[in-house]
């Protein structure tokens, strides 16, 4: 199957730590991926996960367990142009990318 | 460097016209593929080229077709559109379409189909 499934929007406030989660199943699997996306532009590469365990970028860390097909993305410190659209997408059996609708995150000061 | 190219930035088009999308990378990519994007969807395949000379059908094919005449270009046809095509199309590049290989994306290509 080709299912992946992430929030369709978050709320939080600036300075603070959000997590956004990500669930899919599939019978082929090559790494899970996190982009963001600011509204009218183009999708930026932020993280690759292919082994189980937290990956920290910075401000940025992102998660994966292949065994539950759960990923998160966690942002620290956050500021107001991480205002923007997360998206998260696995890469299946034939090295295509499968992606999961995207996450709004919308930060408050 | 300018990474990835699109053009044009955006159209309006009426149905049962032929449009071509370009994307023009500068960075010797092997891969190349095109996306659509729509409210409330992830990115959906539409077409992909593992390397110059071969392409490949994505999740959502019908309706276009692409050629890849050499590493830099991957034109996007649409033979006769329909507003159904009416999306946001964004072209993007991998060095070899592995699963380390980052996908780059260009700047995207509006299109309203009427």
């Known amino acids: 199957g080709q299912n992946i499934d992430q929030p369709t929007e978050m709320t939080a406030t600036e300075g603070a730590i959000v997590q956004i989660n990500c669930t899919y199943q599939t019978s082929g699997f090559n790494g899970l991926f996190w982009y963001q996306q600011h509204a009218g532009e183009a999708p930026t590469f932020l993280s690759y996960?292919?082994l189980d365990g937290l990956e920290e970028k910075g401000r940025f860390s992102s998660f994966l367990s292949r065994s539950k097909g759960y990923s998160y993305l966690l942002l620290k410190e956050l500021q107001m142009k991480d205002s923007a659209s997360y998206l998260c997408a696995y890469m299946d059996s034939n090295y295509q990318l499968i992606w999961g609708a995207g996450t709004k995150l919308i930060i408050k000061p | 460097i300018a990474g990835i190219t699109q053009a044009p930035t955006s159209q309006i088009l009426a149905a049962g016209r032929r449009m071509t999308l370009r994307c023009t990378q500068d960075m010797r990519h092997n891969a190349m593929y095109w996306y659509r994007q729509d409210l409330g969807l992830g990115l959906r395949l539409i077409h992909y080229s593992n390397t110059a000379g071969t392409t490949g059908k994505g999740e959502v094919p019908d309706g276009y077709s692409v050629s890849r005449a050499n590493t830099d270009d991957f034109p996007l046809t649409l033979a006769s559109a329909v507003p159904s095509q009416t999306s946001v199309y964004f072209c993007?590049?991998?060095?070899?379409?592995?699963?380390?290989?980052?996908?780059?994306f260009g700047p995207g290509t509006r299109l309203t189909v009427l």
């Open positions: 993007a590049s991998s060095d070899g379409g592995q699963s380390t290989d980052t996908q780059y």
């Open positions: 996960n292919v």
